[in-house]
């Protein structure tokens, strides 16, 4: 049986490291207080970066819950030191990319920067995704609301940022040059592979229909922001056909979750009717 106190020094780093690095980054990234650097004929709209919002919001709860027996096996022995490591990198990433300098070299240098750190990040992030859906499945509503969800979040929307961050270091600037063939090429694979990863997200394993979905509202916030007259109908409505591809792919699984806890929940019902009244 774990105690409180089992551990206590990486729990202490946990709630520092998230207070330090965490906190600024989490009340910036809210819109309307959030307007990326660069922007690419891949930029979503700001909304989406809420998510670093809701995202942080139920770690908060983690950093109580580890506190908990249950908690300390799946965030303690889970996660492990990868947590305060993903707070200080996640916090780098987001000091980089919101960086801008007239000199257009150290822009570009910055941009790199920012994207080899958010490689970084979502690899930390893989290894956690990963470590709890193999090793730690949830086992209470509290394992899947504070540990699960926010890493699905996580992994799912670091995706997001990979691509956004190498068309920030690699991409044209979408205000100043207009989207070229090959320009509109490597947009149409990155939506492609978006959503690839989110239909991946849904049909590989158990499924991670949170993961999914936030791949699939940024597929509509790149929509959204790449209008016909600054990316014409390419881009346009190629992020248009990729999203409702990846929502319906959500929606099929949400349903078919729904329904297998509707059908569980009328077995389970069904025995006790049959149980006989005395043993």
């Known amino acids: 049986m774990a105690h409180w106190k089992d551990n206590l020094l990486l729990k202490v780093i946990n709630i520092v490291t998230f207070l330090l690095f965490t906190g600024a980054n989490s009340y910036g990234a809210l819109p309307p207080f959030f307007e990326p650097q660069h922007y690419t004929y891949l930029s979503p709209e700001p909304w989406i970066y809420g998510t670093w919002g809701i995202i942080h919001t139920l770690l908060i709860g983690l950093l109580f819950y580890q506190f908990t027996e249950i908690g300390y096996h799946t965030i303690i022995e889970g996660v492990g030191w990868r947590f305060p490591l993903l707070a200080i990198l996640t916090a780098v990433y987001g000091g980089l990319s919101n960086s801008s300098s007239n000199d257009h070299t150290f822009s570009f240098v910055l941009s790199i920067l920012a994207f080899v750190t958010i490689l970084f990040v979502g690899a930390t992030v893989s290894h956690i995704y990963r470590s709890i859906k193999i090793h730690h499945p ?142």
């Not at 936030?214 to 959204?224: C, H, R």
């Not at 409505?237 to 099929?252: C, N, Q, W």
């Open 138 to 279: 949830p086992k209470t509503l509290l394992d899947t609301v504070f540990v699960h969800i926010p890493f699905s979040l996580f992994h799912g929307f670091s995706v997001v940022l990979i691509f956004v961050a190498g068309f920030a270091a690699f991409g044209v600037d979408a205000s100043s040059h207009p989207a070229g063939l090959f320009t509109k090429a490597f947009v149409f694979i990155a939506l492609l592979l978006l959503e690839g990863t989110a239909a991946a997200y849904v049909f590989a394993g158990r499924g991670d229909v949170v993961g999914a979905a936030v791949i699939s509202l940024s597929l509509l916030a790149i929509f959204q922001r790449q209008s016909i007259g600054r990316s014409g109908h390419f881009i346009h409505y190629s992020a248009l056909a990729f999203f409702i591809i990846s929502l319906i792919a959500v929606l099929r699984a949400t349903i078919a979750a729904l329904s297998g806890s509707s059908r569980i929940t009328g077995a389970r019902a069904t025995d006790e009717e049959r149980a006989p009244l005395v043993g």
